[in-house]
């Protein structure tokens, strides 16, 4: 496999714990570059802790992440910042807030404390407006907008924050079924076009397993395997790890596999 | 084509907005006119200048010089201060009815102004002005401590924790002031929230305090841009959450300490005033900071004249009359949020 000469990301012997609850439990992930990674199981699983660490906004009991072979700890929170950017599982700002402030935003870690706006901040901006098609809503406030609309001007703003890396949490959560297609789409995309590395946390695991190149299986604190998605949907291992039976089909339309869930008796 | 397309509505944005700016500075100089001209002797704009520029001596001029000037710098001053601090704390609590008043940084700042000169003997005005900032981040302290300990930093356990602080240091302000007579009169005059009847040095001594606290939060503009989305996407985003806080918490104590070690406390002012800069210029700092600044200004120094009026020939306090439109305010702002 020629990923593995090139791990944007290596999760090493990450523990995590709130209060002595052990979230993680010497967990170790690499991250390939340039594709996208899905982390999918069951509720408190710690996918989402997990997602969260990789982005450093909980420091972990032990272990390490490292981004191109250096430990996240060693950068600062700025320089971290241009290089991952997080869309947390559903995002607020003020209601009265325009769309284009709002995608302004994701240039905050381009800016130095008194230096003003630059012209390449007002670019970085009006590419992800464009890519994300938010451009002919930037006066709207963010409160008139719909659901989809609404993740797509987020979207806009990890996207002008201009990283190598983007983590979402659950993006799709409270999307219709057309919304969430085109919210990945996007995503998809973005991860083909500007070769962007993806890691999301996906809940509808035949969504995961349509647009995951890595599929990540996470259970009580740990991986339980990870890989191409071909390889983890099987029957056993979903009972196993989502504790629900399950037949797997291949999707007719995408040629992936896809897990019909059901309960025996 | 595109950027055929963009240039001109930036354009029209960035002049729309220098245009606001330039009417707020219009509106402040009128403000202030009306400030040093209406009130229990009326006096000609040429008068005014004369007792500015070429003191004759008479006795125009020296009302003018020594009571009508100090009110008329001391307003903007605390009303600029209030509205900055105000729009800071409505940032920081992601909250739009939080204010130095609901925080009970006004009150904090009146206990600390009381306690320094009944138990510590504190005479002069520096050492009042430091009381007051001093008792002001006390209280954002506590404040804060005391709502974070309850289970999460919740926009209405805030408030609910600051208006209880408030009360409380009201009631030690009055329990002090009963059983300290001696020193009532001399107290009173200040805790009223007016502006009249300040010596001047008051605001000399206010400018450095107030410019410091603004120069942070100008420093901090792009941070508080950021920590307007919710905790995990600004630490996405880069922001050093608790150091922005903190340094935040420092200015706003500053301008509010400043403020009220001027004029006592003033009233809702740091309520009011940022709903009128956002819906003015937008919500990024720079220009809410600088929009709250003015129309803080303008909107105390309007109130002080209103104050020569409302009950004439006798001054009301300006406190009351800010506290009426606030209380106005506040309810129109219930009433929206609940709608």
Same mark, same amino acid.
């Given at each position: 496999m020629d990923d593995l000469a090139a791990n944007r990301i290596e999760v090493k012997g990450l523990t995590m714990a709130y209060g002595g609850d052990v979230?993680? #439990?010497?967990l170790n992930l690499p991250i390939p570059a340039g594709r996208i990674t899905v982390l999918a199981g069951p509720n408190g699983c710690g996918k989402s802790t997990l997602l969260r660490a990789i982005r450093r906004l909980h420091a972990p009991q032990s272990g390490q992440i490292l981004l191109d072979t250096e430990d +996240?700890?060693?950068?600062g929170s700025k320089a971290l910042g241009r290089r991952i950017g997080l869309l947390p599982q559903s995002p607020s700002a !003020? @209601? #009265? %807030?325009n769309v284009e402030e709002l995608v302004r935003l994701g240039r905050y870690p381009h800016q130095? %404390? @008194?230096q003003p706006w630059s012209p390449q901040d007002d670019e970085a901006v009006s590419r992800a407006m464009a890519g994300t098609g938010v451009e002919a809503m930037?006066?709207?406030? +963010?409160?008139?907008?719909s659901g989809g609309q609404l993740q797509r001007a987020w979207i806009a703003m990890v996207l002008a924050q201009d990283t190598d890396v983007i983590c979402l949490d659950e !993006?799709?959560? &409270? @999307?219709d079924m057309a919304h969430q297609l085109d919210c990945l789409e996007l995503v998809a995309r973005l991860n083909r076009d500007e070769g962007k590395t993806i890691v999301l946390v996906l809940h509808d695991l035949n969504l995961a397993a349509r647009y995951a190149d890595n599929l990540v299986f996470v259970a009580n604190g740990r991986i339980r395997e990870a890989g191409n998605p071909e390889l983890l949907m099987r029957a056993d291992l979903i009972a196993e790890v989502f504790n629900t039976d399950a037949h797997i089909i291949t999707d007719? +339309? &995408?040629?992936r596999p896809m897990c019909i869930p059901f309960r025996k008796g | 084509m595109s950027i055929a397309a963009t240039a001109p509505r930036y354009r029209s944005i960035v002049l729309s907005r220098s245009a606001i700016y330039g009417l707020l500075l219009a509106l402040l100089a009128l403000a202030w006119l009306t400030s040093m001209t209406l009130g229990y002797r009326l006096y000609t704009p040429g008068q005014v200048w004369a007792a500015l520029?070429?003191?004759? /001596?008479t006795e125009a001029a020296t009302v003018i010089a020594g009571l009508r000037l100090p009110r008329a710098l001391i307003a903007p001053l605390a009303g600029a201060a209030l509205g900055m601090a105000g729009t800071m704390v409505q940032t920081l609590s992601r909250?739009?009815?939080? *204010?130095p008043d609901t925080l009970g940084l006004n009150a904090g700042a009146s206990l600390a102004v009381v306690v320094a000169t009944i138990i510590f003997g504190v005479q002069s005005l520096v050492g009042l002005s430091l009381a007051a900032a001093f008792g002001a981040l006390a209280t954002a302290i506590v404040v804060f401590g005391v709502a974070a300990g309850a289970g999460g930093l919740s926009p209405l356990k805030i408030v609910l924790v600051g208006v209880t602080f408030a009360s409380l240091a009201h009631a030690a302000v009055e329990i002090l002031l009963t059983s300290n007579e001696a020193q009532l009169q001399q107290l009173l005059f200040w805790l *009223? /929230?007016?502006? =009249?009847?300040?010596?001047?040095s008051l605001f000399f001594n206010g400018l450095p305090v107030v410019l410091v606290g603004a120069a942070i939060g100008f420093a901090l503009a792009s941070s508080l841009d950021a920590a307007q989305a919710d905790d995990s996407t600004a630490a996405g985003l880069g922001v050093p959450l608790a150091a922005v806080r903190g340094a935040a918490f420092v200015a706003v104590s500053l301008l509010t300490g400043a403020a009220v070690s001027m004029? /006592?406390? =003033?009233?809702?002012v740091g309520l009011v005033v940022p709903h009128v800069a956002r819906r003015l210029v937008g919500l990024q700092h720079r220009h809410q900071l600088t929009a709250a600044a003015l129309t803080g200004a303008i909107y105390t120094t309007l109130a002080d004249v209103a104050a020569r009026f409302v009950i004439y020939p006798v001054e009301a306090p300006v406190g009351a009359i800010t506290a009426v439109v606030g209380a106005i305010a506040l309810l129109v702002l219930l009433r929206r949020r609940l709608a």
């Open positions: 979230v993680l #439990d010497a +996240i700890t060693r950068l !003020p @209601l #009265d %807030m130095a %404390m @008194l930037r006066r709207r406030r +963010i409160g008139s907008l !993006p799709v959560n &409270h @999307l007719p +339309i &995408h040629g | 520029f070429a003191n004759d /001596g909250n739009r009815i939080a *204010s *009223s /929230g007016a502006f =009249v009847d300040r010596p001047i004029a /006592g406390p =003033v009233a809702f």
